[in-house]
């Protein structure tokens, strides 16, 4: 038994080393950091960004929350990826994004009912409905607060990501294993830790809970050929839309419990359909098989709204807000709106809940310069 | 739960092994194992387990009967009955929805519309894993009663505990009960080096599935989703590597359930040894797979005459058993004529060895290996069309293609571990020291940093 005992111990103990380093250094910012948060706020004057290796998608539920309550937040939004871009407007304190990558309508109760915890006061909540939501074919990889510990296994015990810690290492000559430092990107102030937001390869986080892309942040960044349609909507279909036959009954069941929560909460909610290309619209609400289940978005989930007395905007064709075909982030994908995009999405929020008028639509400090489309 | 998974190597085994440790009696051991198992499987999906009870009840039932059966003829209904039973699940989870749509193909192209309203009762059939493995264990019993060669298990714990192993549960090895039966009657004794060696094996499989196979998919599996572009070299290249790759990843996986069952004590049969090394097809089917092999050999092709009935007859026999045993492996034509394949490759060397014709070993390994390579186009390419590219490729018809280096850099070390080394159950792992423990262990740290990212094991679909 000797020699069983040794290799269980040479296993464990290897093992053990590589978590514990993945779990110190956090190479993809998986845990939480309240010290950044704290950083990233402490100068009123001149609030960092934060980069998305020190806060990523897994820690960013947790991040959104304690924004809601240091920002004293009134005006939420959440939803997915692509509500990410709706942002404060200038000078608002009170508005926070609470959107998490990745995330289904399962996402929302568990994310109500940490902001009402922190919250206990009427909110103005914007909940952005993406219509793969309700294709039971795709699942949410991500389900905020509280990964299971078998997740965690798979992140500290990752090749991958032991070789990230190494890099972190080697990058920062070890001096900021925990930490992290102010780097001057585009102009803007963004903790980070190692040089891929310099080199444009991370997102980052705004201090109001939405995301700063590569292409806001730094202008070399090509925005790509501004024609991905083609290759996207193979991505697009064989995971957000494959399968699609029949929409989701239990997930608009689990919307309802999630805006019945919202009204017990005694939050004032508008719903919106986040808006697309003309193409993928085309595509969208043509293509066989879809074309039902676009319809059905556009009949099933407004009306789950309406029941509740809340409103809903179907925002859906970019035209609608309105917007142009490249306004779009991440290479201009059709799908994911700007920050400019956004705030003209925010302003028919805004106005659908009463809120009242922050002045014109404006391009925000980090906005790229002004491009064709409507202003 | 796949067994290259956190959840399974440090919760699941873990947990398992040190309950069947600490257990003091034979008949809880058996409990624990059966338990552990039913709840493996139901990890797959929550009704699997009714399939598993049903096989195992139907084939039980059957061996009893068959061996109080009155009359042989009695005997003989009750074993057609029986083996219809299992069969008739097997083929209503595996081959429904492809006949359906391969009978409402035909009809479409001959008349008209088809028999949507059958292709869509069949298209939802979720096929459980593992079934086709212990559909043929529990016919094997069935036929060994028959022939008297094993008596009725009459202790249904056991039996269960035969057909829900957890380790050769999803991909084997086919396992016989007269081999694990007489195991499983003896009382459980702790052998120390029966339990290194199955945690050696263990890691070993592991690290061959995560290292070795999954680093060789990473290259191939995007080259060959559209195969039209390939030429000679990179054809040839890619289903070397794909002959590699299945080869690693199953022998991995055979390893990894040998390995296991040995920790709870049992030893399974080996199931490879090193069969890129056989010098003609008799000689590969001797290595590859070698349980379904032996499986197909005495419940298929000697049933059906073998050689006996001269030369003609054994040909035929040989094409409609490897024709069986390729449909085994997969609703498709293309694992039909993989299947056939092979049948034609062990007819040609039955006639061919009379010849007074002799290749060195060296030239008669690579022409067998070559000939495997080709037979995995249709194993490995999801259709007809496709494989016909491939094989349009590797015939020179498309040009000369690209060489991939890094893909040729991956299969000169993953050759050299195949046709260099002993198959690793002939490691004799029981008798290593510190110094190659330590170096097991090493290499199962890597393979483990691994897991996150790898894949299903290949024979899983089957």
């Not at chain 1, 929560?261 to 003309?278: I, Q, T």
Request: hydrophobic fraction near 45%; charged fraction near 20%; aromatic fraction near 12%.
């Amino acid at each position: 038994m000797r020699l069983v005992y040794l290799f269980l111990a040479l296993v464990a103990a290897a093992l053990v080393a590589v978590a514990a380093t993945v779990r110190l250094i956090d190479p993809v910012g998986w845990y939480y950091k309240p010290r950044v948060v704290e950083a990233a706020l402490e100068r009123p004057s001149e609030q960092c960004l934060v980069s998305e290796r020190l806060i990523g998608e897994r820690a960013s539920p947790e991040f959104k929350a304690e924004l809601v309550e240091r920002r004293r937040a009134r005006t939420i939004v959440a939803g997915t990826s692509v509500v990410l871009s709706l942002h404060a407007w200038p000078g608002e304190r009170g508005f926070t994004n609470v959107g998490v990558r990745n995330t289904g309508v399962e996402a929302l109760r568990p994310m109500f009912e940490r902001v009402h915890a922190t919250r206990r006061e009427p909110l103005t909540v914007y909940v952005g409905v993406s219509p793969h939501w309700f294709n039971a074919s795709w699942e949410a990889p991500n389900r905020p607060f509280g990964p299971r510990p078998l997740d965690q296994l798979d992140y500290l015990l990752a090749r991958q990501n032991l070789q990230s810690s190494l890099n972190v290492l080697v990058s920062t000559s070890g001096s900021l294993v925990e930490g992290f430092e102010r780097q001057q990107v585009g102009g803007r102030c963004v903790l980070a830790r190692g040089p891929w937001v310099g080199d444009g390869e991370a997102e980052t986080w705004a201090a109001d809970g939405s995301s700063v892309t590569r292409w806001d942040l730094v202008s070399e960044v090509s925005r790509g050929p501004g024609d991905d349609f083609a290759r996207d909507l193979v991505d697009y279909e064989s995971t957000y839309y494959g399968d699609w036959t029949e929409f989701d009954r239990d997930r608009l069941a689990e919307l309802e419990r999630a805006l019945t929560l919202a009204k017990s909460y005694g939050w004032n909610v508008v719903g919106f359909a986040p808006s697309f290309s003309r193409r993928y619209v085309e595509r969208l609400s043509t293509a066989p098989g879809l074309r039902e289940r676009w319809r059905e978005y556009g009949e099933l989930v407004p009306a789950r709204f309406r029941r509740f007395g809340f409103s809903f905007l179907d925002l859906r064709d970019v035209r609608e807000v309105p917007c142009a075909d490249d306004e779009f982030d991440y290479g201009n994908d059709g799908w994911h709106t700007d920050r400019r995009c956004a705030m003209r999405v925010r302003h028919l929020l805004d106005r659908a809940a009463g809120a009242p008028a922050p002045g014109r639509p404006a391009s925000t400090s980090i906005g790229r310069p002004s491009r064709k489309g409507p202003d | 739960m796949l067994f290259n998974s956190f959840e399974f190597i440090l919760v699941f085994l873990p947990l398992t092994l040190g309950a069947f440790l600490l257990l003091r009696r034979q008949q809880h051991r058996l409990l624990l194992v059966v338990g552990a198992s039913y709840l493996f499987y139901a990890a797959e999906a929550w009704w699997f387990p009714a399939l598993m009870v049903t096989t195992t009840t139907i084939s039980f039932v059957c061996g009893r009967l068959i061996e109080c059966a009155p009359s042989d003829r009695a005997r003989r209904r009750t074993l057609a009955a029986g083996i219809v039973g299992v069969l008739a699940l097997l083929g209503w989870f595996k081959y429904a929805g492809w006949l359906a749509g391969s009978v409402s193909s035909l009809l479409e192209t001959i008349t008209a519309p088809g028999l949507p309203a059958l292709e869509r009762l069949t298209s939802d059939i979720l096929l459980p894993a593992g079934i086709s493995f212990f559909t043929f264990e529990a016919i094997s019993y069935m036929v060994d009663v028959y022939r008297r060669t094993i008596p009725a298990e009459r202790n249904p714990l056991r039996y269960a505990y035969f057909i829900s192993f957890f380790p050769h549960l999803i991909a084997g090895p086919i396992v016989r009960y007269g081999k694990l039966g007489p195991q499983l009657k003896r009382t459980y004794r702790l052998d120390p080096e029966l339990l290194r060696s199955g945690l050696l094996l263990f890691a070993i499989g592991l690290a061959k599935k995560v290292l070795v196979a999954d680093t060789i998919a990473l290259q191939i599996d995007p080259l060959l989703e559209d195969p039209s572009g390939l030429g000679l070299i990179d054809s040839w290249l890619l289903m070397i590597g794909y002959a590699l790759q299945i080869y690693f990843d199953f022998s991995g996986y055979s390893d990894m359930a040998v390995g296991m069952a040995r920790m709870f004590g049992v030893e399974l049969p080996w199931n490879f040894d090193r069969p890129y090394r056989a010098a003609n097809p008799s000689d590969f089917w001797r290595r590859w797979h070698v349980t379904l092999s032996t499986w197909l050999r005495d419940y298929v092709y000697i049933p059906l005459g073998g050689n006996r009935r001269g030369p003609l007859r054994r040909d035929l026999n040989l094409l409609l058993t490897m024709g069986i045993g390729g449909l085994w492996h997969g609703a498709a034509l293309t694992f039909v004529i993989w299947g056939l394949w092979h049948g034609m490759l062990l007819v040609a060397h039955h006639h061919l060895k009379r010849l007074p014709l002799r290749l060195g070993r060296p030239a008669a390994v690579a022409l067998t290996f070559a000939l495997v390579t080709i037979g995995w186009v249709f194993f490995r390419m999801p259709t007809l069309a496709e494989a016909g590219d491939v094989l349009a490729a590797m015939a020179g018809l498309n040009g000369l293609g690209t060489p991939l280096a890094s893909l040729a850099a991956v299969l000169v070390v993953a050759g050299a571990l195949a046709w260099g080394l002993p198959e690793e159950w002939r490691w004799r792992m029981e008798t290593w020291g510190p110094r190659r423990v330590a170096g097991a262990a090493a290499v199962s740290v890597l393979a483990l940093l691994s897991v996150n990212a790898a894949q299903k094991f290949l024979y899983f679909q089957f």
